[in-house]
T-cell receptor, first 115, second 111 residues
């Protein structure tokens, strides 16, 4: 039983294209997140949604637009892809918006390569 | 802003004990978490400390000193499968789940 799932697992695309990554969690959690992990393994939060509402936007370029149709889904759409967007993108969820006591549960990641 | 410092690499042999330190500077500190990530895998939650002291979970323990802005992860009875990256992460703010990660410590366990 997959707790947090992401599709696709790999994404290879050309500069300038638009792409989306989907995320779903079946844990019944209220809060979902997007993280970016670069080639040096630096993991940085991008967005957080609580019950479909945006609560964190960490100065991410507005080419990145998250969408939460319901609290079990948080998708990430990226416009006009750039070389620097190449990274692994992780979706995560937590039971509440603090995510502290039981931590955040991460999906398997989507490796995005922009050529 | 915030900054977290942890060693980039640690090596040890099976059965040994290793301590991974983390020092942090941040405003609005609420707690310190630790995550494990195997190569090609996803980060997985290990522990969370909001109060000073030691929290023990099986072979892993985590410590926090808020006055020293310092914490550590202690791994005992090391096994080969413990070879992974370990990240400390500060939680800023009480309700917004703002988790900021250090750059990770690569632990290699040798037989």
């Amino acid at each position: 039983d997959t707790a947090v799932s992401q599709t696709p697992k790999y994404l290879v695309t050309q500069m300038g294209n638009d792409k989306s990554i989907k995320c779903e969690q079946n844990l019944g959690h209220d809060t979902m997140y997007w993280y970016k992990q670069d080639s040096k393994k630096f993991l940085k939060i991008m967005f957080s949604y609580n019950n479909k509402e945006l609560i964190i936007n960490e100065t991410v370029p507005n080419r990145f637009s998250p969408k939460s149709p319901d609290k079990a889904h948080l998708n990430l759409h990226i416009n006009s892809l750039e070389l620097g967007d190449s990274a692994v993108y992780f979706c995560a969820s937590s039971q509440d918006s603090s995510g502290r006591a039981r931590g955040q549960f991460f999906g398997p990641g989507t490796r995005l390569t922009v050529l | 802003g915030q900054s977290l410092e942890q060693p980039s690499e640690v090596t040890a042999v099976e059965g040994a004990i290793v301590q991974i330190n983390c020092t942090y500077q941040t405003s609005g500190f609420y707690g310190l978490s630790w995550y494990q990530q195997h190569d090609g895998g996803a980060p997985t939650f290990l522990s969370y400390n909001a109060l000073d002291g030691l929290e023990e979970t099986g072979r892993f323990s985590s410590f926090l000193s808020r006055s020293d802005s310092y914490g550590y992860l202690l791994l005992q009875e090391l096994q080969m499968k413990d070879s992974a990256s370990y990240f400390c992460a500060v939680m800023r703010g009480s309700t917004l789940g703002r988790l900021y990660f250090g750059r990770g410590t690569q632990l290699t366990v040798w037989p």
